[in-house]
């Protein structure tokens, strides 16, 4: 296996991160430095150590979390605040979230040590399906979410067709759900106060295939194996209709 496969396969990194610990002489095998990206290992009996760290190959898991609001979706936090780890039990601390919401935005969250799934899942090229269900300011007018739909200026550009439903419409709020393929920070609601009505309440609802149903808010549960393939397959779909992308 090549030795940044096998960096991604532990958990490292993804595997652009993984080749750049290689050239950066941040890896050894068998206590020897290895810069070359195609070096071969053998996972069973080779010792591979990032920076004088043993890196073993552990299986791969895949959480799917209903994350409340008022937690970080980082492993650590220098401030101390609460992290989306903090509510995971009995299970590889090397788990990472795979992309990021909002402190105060709630809902799917996927966690996994598997770099490689990660960047898959990330990488605007790929472009997996996220629906969110947005409680925004003010009355919202059908003709207005046109605008989300078609794509609204951001400061870092254009935002891709969105898919939009007007769920709710009242005086002081309407609820609004939008999917979206695109993944920039903050971008939900950036899109909406674009339009002029600011989110005051978000949830991701759906992630690819996945939907939050069945679990309470801060709970989770491990991804089957079809639905790990089903997402791989979602974004292995989408790369290959797409012929570079943004990125995002
Ligand atoms: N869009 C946002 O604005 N916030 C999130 O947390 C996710 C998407």
């Known amino acids: 296996m090549r030795l940044a496969k096998y960096l991604a396969h532990a958990g490292m990194a993804s595997r652009r991160k993984a080749e750049e610990l290689i050239t950066s002489g941040q890896v050894t095998v068998n206590d020897t430095l290895v810069e070359q990206l195609a070096f071969l290992v053998n996972p069973h009996t080779d010792c591979v150590k990032v920076n004088g760290k043993p890196v073993n190959l552990e299986p791969k898991q895949y959480i799917l979390l209903y ?5 970080l979706s980082s492993v650590t936090d220098p401030f101390g605040r609460p992290t989306v780890m903090d509510l995971i039990r009995d299970t590889s601390d090397r788990l990472y979230p795979v992309g990021r919401l909002d402190f105060d935005t709630e809902g799917l969250l996927l966690l996994t040590n598997d770099g490689d799934f990660t960047n898959k899942m990330i990488h605007p090229r790929h472009q997996v399906t996220k629906r969110y269900r947005a409680v925004v ?8 979410l046109k605008h989300l739909e078609k ?6 550009g254009w935002t891709s067709p969105a898919r939009v439903w007007l769920i709710q419409s009242g005086k002081n709020e309407s609820t609004v759900d939008i999917e979206i393929r695109e993944g920039r920070k903050r971008q939900v609601k950036r899109m909406f106060q674009a339009i002029g009505h600011p989110v005051l309440h978000l949830v991701r609802t759906g992630f ?3 939907d939050l149903s069945d679990l309470a808010i801060g709970q989770y549960r491990y991804l089957t194996l079809d639905e790990v393939e089903q997402l791989l397959s ?3 779909s989408q790369a290959d209709n797409d012929n570079g992308g943004d990125i995002s």
């Open 67 to 71: 994350k409340p609001a008022g937690y």
């Open 137 to 144: 300011k003010g009355r919202v007018q059908p003709g207005e």
């Open 151 to 156: 794509g609204v200026e951001l400061d870092d």
């Open 208 to 210: 690819g295939s996945l």
């Open 234 to 236: 979602l974004a292995g």
